[in-house]
């Protein structure tokens, strides 16, 4: 296994729930609305894959209740960005990449997790992207890793996704990727 280590949680867009007004279409990321006293956080996430269909997966050290996972790069939505802008502005603050263009979205999801000390729900949309380098290195952004929480990262084949034991997030995201590049 090829992980590389690195250097607090990802800035994001929170808001408090009696400001909180989701469109319908943020409604239907999840089964409901947060919980009555969570916060809101919407964040744009980059399932990156290389020539070879593996993805980019950051590690992250978390206490409970997050835990120690595995996650796409991403963060959360700055004032008056939108999920794309976010996906790939939270990419390339956390790979250095700036070439990298958004394919399409492939899933949305709603958690409650930790973030900033407090518990949050979190809205997240996913976008498929590409890159044309196998195995691409990450270099240069290890103080915004160290800063972020990033521990880690690597590159991950589907059947690694399928066969362990690691807590990735989204769980699904082996199924994910099948179905975005059309394999079941």
């Given at each position: 296994?090829?992980v590389r280590?690195?250097?607090?949680?990802?800035?994001?867009?929170?808001?408090?729930?009696?400001?909180a007004?989701?469109?319908?279409?943020?409604?239907s990321?999840?089964?409901?609305?947060?919980?009555p006293?969570l916060?809101?956080?919407?964040?744009g996430?980059?399932?990156m894959?290389?020539p070879?269909d593996?993805?980019?997966?950051?590690?992250?050290?978390?206490?409970?209740?997050?835990?120690?996972?595995?996650?796409?790069?991403?963060?959360g939505?700055d004032?008056?960005?939108?999920?794309?802008a976010?996906?790939?502005?939270?990419?390339a603050?956390?790979t250095?990449?700036?070439d990298?263009?958004?394919?399409?979205?492939?899933?949305?999801?709603?958690?409650?997790?930790?973030?900033?000390?407090?518990?949050?729900?979190?809205?997240?949309r996913?976008?498929?992207?590409?890159?044309?380098?196998?195995?691409?290195?990450?270099?240069?952004?290890?103080?915004?890793?160290?800063?972020?929480?990033?521990?880690?990262?690597?590159?991950?084949t589907?059947a690694?996704?399928?066969?362990?034991?690691?807590?990735?997030?989204?769980?699904?995201?082996?199924?994910l990727?099948?179905?975005?590049?059309?394999?079941?």
């Amino acid at each position: 296994m090829d992980v590389r280590s690195t250097g607090s949680p990802d800035n994001g867009s929170m808001t408090t729930p009696d400001s909180a007004c989701l469109s319908d279409s943020e409604t239907s990321e999840s089964p409901g609305r947060a919980a009555p006293g969570l916060s809101v956080r919407r964040a744009g996430r980059v399932v990156m894959l290389d020539p070879d269909d593996r993805v980019l997966l950051m590690r992250y050290d978390d206490g409970p209740p997050n835990g120690v996972h595995w996650s796409t790069p991403g963060g959360g939505l700055d004032e008056g960005e939108d999920y794309p802008a976010a996906a790939i502005r939270e990419l390339a603050e956390e790979t250095g990449w700036t070439d990298i263009t958004l394919l399409t979205e492939v899933h949305r999801r709603s958690h409650t997790m930790e973030y900033a000390g407090h518990i949050v729900h979190q809205h997240e949309r996913l976008y498929l992207a590409r890159t044309d380098q196998s195995r691409r290195e990450i270099t240069g952004v290890d103080a915004m890793h160290a800063a972020d929480g990033i521990t880690a990262w690597r590159w991950w084949t589907v059947a690694e996704l399928d066969s362990t034991t690691e807590k990735v997030w989204p769980a699904e995201l082996a199924d994910l990727i099948r179905s975005a590049l059309g394999r079941r």
